[in-house]
């Protein structure tokens, strides 16, 4: 017999098998449950993240280093065509794509309103956006074209304007000259995102150029990766082709959507305060078990003391009844957990109405759980640690048991 | 070492506003290797002095020493490990640990003893066999008779070879057989490894197998023979 006491509590939890079954089904339901909603929770940031990132910001820009706090005309980096050429060359991605930011006031026949108007690649913005790809009535901008626009829907609905339609526009110029240009509406793009719908409009980059005086500057480089956990190995590369400067600075998208990582968190930290509540009625249920049992042994333990057993040792062995009942449940909830959410990410699920919001805001239509080893192990490990503790005490109770009165109790 | 000298106990339980005697300055020495035996009626104090001698349960005043330690005033610790590795108990209600066979209950307090696993299987077996128990190494209490049971405790006392075994009452759930067995084997283990024996009992067939008698009444000691 290699470990009496590994016999021993194992043996015991067994002594009252029902009770101990139902503490290891309360840890297998909540390991379960954990393993999958955590993942399930993995899988919607990724998605979120992808969602929005691919919509707009991209995951990396090149940017005037003061353009982010200050975006003005002025801050813009130089030929920013042929920096952006050289970029998708030297990197072997396509997905690289220069743009230049302006504010106008377009007018309608009937209405004027003020706008965010792009200039943009047309070959490669649809590599790094989704909203070329969002137009809904009419179509993209032709890259050859010039005197084009596509506008967001809220801002054709204001405008009362749409495909065919021609739209003026005012703004001043990057060495502050007056800009004024006359387009057609050639599509309307409807992202889901309110204050792309409302306010923006797209041009060829070339012709925003002309028209706002850039002499060849635009103020970013949008560069999007083939996977979200390339970005740092991504931006790492680009420092070392285009070193950030007080001219140049290199942007991750953290910082390009400071609100997106916030967003996250406030979704974990609720997310975090249910799972407690969960956890710690399985620490209850783990305390409740371990303390009758104690109760119920008073005279075994007590014969134990008077043979020369320390309270100390008693208390391990509580502990390790303990550790091998949460083992159990930690073994199958995670692999029934594993299970369920690896099948889930294969197959993806839906909850009603969720195809509905996917149509209307280009959202996946099914979900995916995305498994990692995080995700696997960080619900059933808190539940295994708040076991634990749950059980000190009730192992804490031996340190106050005196050997003869303890043998006398039934 | 186990020479044990015990200098005016004095023991009072209080069972309600009844104050109960259960030591009444009691003297006793018993040197090493000696095989007595307390006899007296029931409530006359047995239990209450071996507890005090293992350290089970502290007297009001005394003093107890074995060799050169006070008992009496050892601290939890010390004295749950005096206990470990110097004294065997054996307990009228032989207590054994219902979910281990009777092989593993003797091994767990070697276990806990710090002996290896090796020598811990091979002790175990060799004792169980010695009490006569070849065979059902692998029976839980449940599955032996009250004599097995009680010969189960008995090789759990005295596996490690103690210094001092204390015996409370040990054939009060055994038949005469039985009975009859369990003191040969005292006897030889006393004989063999010069183990002190210290028995409580009222039964008239153990005290035969003593060669000293000490009679107890109402907490005292009235007489203190050898036979
Ligand atoms: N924990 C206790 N509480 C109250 N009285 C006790 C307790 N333990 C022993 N006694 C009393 O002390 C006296 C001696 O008891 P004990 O040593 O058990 O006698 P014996 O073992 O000779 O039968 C008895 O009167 C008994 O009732
Ligand atoms: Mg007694």
Not at chain 1, 188 to 213: C, K, T
Not at chain 1, 359 to 388: C, E, H, Q, W
Not at chain 2, 124 to 144: F, S, W
């Amino acid at each position: 017999m290699a470990d009496v006491s590994l016999v021993l509590a194992w043996r015991n939890l067994w002594r009252h098998g029902r009770r101990t079954w139902l503490t290891i089904g309360a840890m297998i339901f909540s390991n379960t449950l954990l393993v999958f909603s955590i993942s399930l929770q993995f899988g919607s940031y990724d998605m979120m993240i992808d969602n929005t990132l691919q919509a707009y910001s991209g995951h990396i820009q090149l940017q005037h280093a003061r353009y982010l706090d200050e975006p003005k005309m002025r801050y813009a980096l130089p030929d920013i065509d042929a920096s952006a050429q050289t970029l998708r060359k030297e990197l072997g991605l396509s997905s690289i794509s220069a743009r230049a930011v302006g504010f106008a006031l377009a007018s309608s026949h009937e209405r004027s309103y003020g706008l965010q108007i792009l200039g943009v690649d047309a070959e490669h913005e649809p590599l790094v956006s989704t909203l070329p790809g969002l137009v809904k009535q009419g179509r993209y901008l032709d890259p050859a074209a010039v005197e084009e626009i596509v506008i967001g829907s809220v801002l054709a609905r204001n405008l009362k304007v749409g495909p065919g339609d021609e739209l003026t526009f005012l703004g001043s110029g990057f060495d502050d000259s007056f800009a004024a240009g006359v387009v057609t509406v050639v599509g309307v793009f409807e992202s889901g995102v309110a204050d792309l719908d409302r306010s923006m409009a797209q041009v060829n980059l070339g012709y925003f150029q002309e028209i706002f005086a850039m002499q060849g500057h635009g103020h970013s480089i949008v560069i999007r990766a083939a996977h979200i956990d390339d970005v740092d190995q991504l931006m790492a590369d680009i420092s070392t082709l285009k070193p950030a400067s007080d001219k140049l600075a290199i942007r991750h998208w953290d910082e390009l959507q400071p609100g997106l990582r916030q967003a996250i968190q406030a979704d974990m930290t609720s997310a975090w305060f249910m799972y407690l509540v969960l956890i710690v009625l399985v620490a209850f249920s783990v305390l409740n078990t371990q303390l009758m049992s104690v109760l119920e042994r008073t005279r075994e333990f007590g014969t134990m003391m008077a043979l020369g057993l320390q309270p100390s040792r008693l208390a391990r062995l509580v502990m390790l009844e303990t550790a091998l009942m949460t083992s159990v449940g930690l073994a199958l909830g995670i692999t029934l957990g594993c299970l369920i959410t690896w099948y889930l990410s294969h197959v993806g699920f839906s909850y009603p109405g969720m195809e509905e919001m996917a149509v209307k805001f280009n959202l996946p239509d099914r979900m995916y759980p995305a498994i990692s080893p995080v995700s696997l192990t960080l619900g059933p490990g808190i539940v295994a640690i708040g076991s634990l503790l749950a059980s000190i005490y009730p192992a804490t109770r031996l340190y106050l048991l005196l050997p003869i009165e303890a043998m006398r109790a039934a | 070492m186990s020479a044990i000298h015990c200098h005016q106990l004095c023991k009072t339980f209080r069972q309600g506003d009844e104050i109960i005697t259960g030591l009444d300055h009691v003297d006793i020495s018993i040197e090493e290797g000696e095989f007595v035996c307390l006899s007296g009626p029931s409530g006359s104090g047995k239990t209450t002095l071996l507890n005090a001698i293992g350290g089970l349960d502290t007297p009001d005043s005394g003093e107890i020493r074995m060799g050169d330690i006070r008992i009496d005033q050892l601290e939890r610790g010390p004295l749950a490990d005096m206990r470990l590795h110097h004294i065997g108990f054996v307990f009228q209600a032989y207590n054994l640990i219902p979910v281990l066979t009777a092989q593993e209950n003797v091994e767990f307090v070697m276990q806990v003893q710090g002996i290896p696993a090796a020598e811990r299987s091979r002790k175990a077996r060799d004792i169980l066999r010695e009490v006569g128990l070849e065979g059902m190494e692998d029976r839980r209490p449940a599955q032996l008779s009250g004599g097995q049971q009680q010969r189960v405790a008995v090789a759990r006392a005295i596996v490690s070879h103690p210094d001092l075994v204390l015996a409370d009452e040990p054939t009060a759930n055994l038949d005469s057989v039985a009975s009859t067995h369990l003191m040969g084997l005292f006897s030889e283990l006393n004989e063999n490894h010069k183990i002190t024996f210290v028995i409580a009992t009222h039964d008239k067939r153990v005290m035969s197998y003593a060669r000293r008698l000490i009679k107890m009444q109402d907490g005292k000691i009235i007489s203190d023979e050898a036979q």
